[in-house]
Structures are given as C-alpha cells and as structure tokens.
C-alpha cells in the first residue's frame, strides 16, 4: 500500500514553454502533498506544500507564479513550470501525507526528470 | 531553523564490512526521522522511519538509532553487499511540517 505516482517520469521541453507535472495517491487519501526539488548531486529541496482544497504554501525563494500547485483532490497534485528556463532542468518529486495512518508518514513518488533546453 | 547534516558525504567499502552512517539534526523537537535510499537518477526507498518516542528500528541488515536530546542518528548496515551501494539520506519531521532532508551519504561498496 500507500503508493504514489508521478507523471510523467522524463520530459524535454523547449524554453519559453510550460510543463505539468501529475502527483497521484494511488490507495490512500492525501490531504497533504509536498513538491521537492534535487539537483544533480544535491540533496531534495523542499518547494513548496499543498493542503487540498487550499493554495499552496511555497518556501523562501520558490516563485509562486512559476511553479504553479494545484491539489483539486485527495488524490491528485499537479506542479506546472511556467514558461521554463534551462536552469529550471532539475529533478522533481511529489510527496503524499496519509494523515490517516496517525504516523505522519510521507510517500514519495518516482519523480520526473525534466530536461529544458 | 532545523538542519540535517549527514557524515561522511561519501564512503568506500569492501564487500562484507559493517558500516555506520551518521546524521545530526539541530532541533531535537521532532516528530520523527526517517532513512531513505536513492539509487542514481531514482526516486526515494523508505529504509526506516523512528518515531520520536523510540530509540531504534531494524529491517534486516538495516539499524538505525535515534538519540534525539544529542540531535543524532545513525544507520547500520551489517554485512554490506555491492547492491547496498546508493545514496543513504536522512530525513527529519518537526509537527507540521515536511521533511528535510540532509545531503546524504553516497555508499560505495566493492565486490
């Protein structure tokens, strides 16, 4: 159990154009999900969190109006890359909280490895 | 602001060996701590997660201890294998908040 999935696992895309990214828990309900950034060699980076049903609440740095969260269900966070820039080529991953289990544990998906060039 | 720091930053060992990972945290506040392996280019493996109130866990060759008024954890890997080799991160979780990570420990372990 407890099973996340991200969509897709690898993207290339052109400067200039936008990206989503698909987060799913796939048997339990998240009513929180988390985004991570890690850069080659480095460790993950905390983006930003999303509680469903709620904006986003993005840490010290993350550009709202670039990475665009969106958490419409209990089961489905979506990251876009707004207008992505090279230095935006990074690896991504979604993480889900099952409030439900009592032990605040997060499961993290594959990630998306997103190439811009 | 808590921070995760994870000793040695790289480790090479022959197959075969124990070897401990280290990792330090500067709130002991927590809630829990969890270990995970990153194969390159992969997403994460949950290892072990130590609730605050216990003081060890074990899966298999795998131990890691919690003494968190010191701020510290360390993973024990018995009997390493050249499939142990990855990149070992530690995690830590404050009540409410997401998990932050150290930097992790990239294993190496020859045949």
């Known amino acids: 159990g407890a099973v996340v999935s991200q969509h897709p696992s690898r993207v290339i895309c052109k400067s200039g154009t936008s990206v989503k990214i698909e987060c799913r828990s796939l048997d339990f309900q998240a009513t929180t999900m988390f985004w991570y950034r890690q850069f080659p060699k480095q460790s993950l980076m905390l983006m930003a969190t999303s509680n469903e049903g709620s904006k986003a609440t993005y840490e010290q740095g993350v550009e709202k109006d670039k990475f665009l969260i969106n958490h419409a269900s209990l089961t489905l966070s979506t990251l876009t890359v707004t207008s992505a820039h090279p230095e935006d080529s990074s690896f991504y991953i979604c993480s889900a909280r099952d409030g439900a289990s009592g032990r605040y544990e997060q499961y993290f998906g594959p990630g998306t490895r997103l190439t811009v060039t | 602001k808590q921070e995760v720091t994870q000793i040695p930053a790289a480790l090479s060992v022959p197959e075969g060996e124990n070897l401990v990972l280290n990792c330090s945290f500067t709130d002991s506040a927590i809630y829990n701590l969890q270990w995970f392996r990153q194969d390159p280019g992969k997403g994460l493996t949950s290892l072990l997660l130590?609730?605050?109130?216990?003081r060890e866990q074990t899966s298999g060759r795998l131990n890691a201890s919690l003494d968190k008024s010191s701020g510290r954890s360390t993973l024990y890997i018995a009997a390493s294998q050249p499939g142990d080799s990855a990149t070992y991160l530690c995690a830590v979780k404050e009540a409410g908040t997401a998990l932050i990570f150290g930097k992790g420990t990239t294993l190496s372990v020859s045949s």
């Open positions: 130590i609730q605050s109130s216990q």
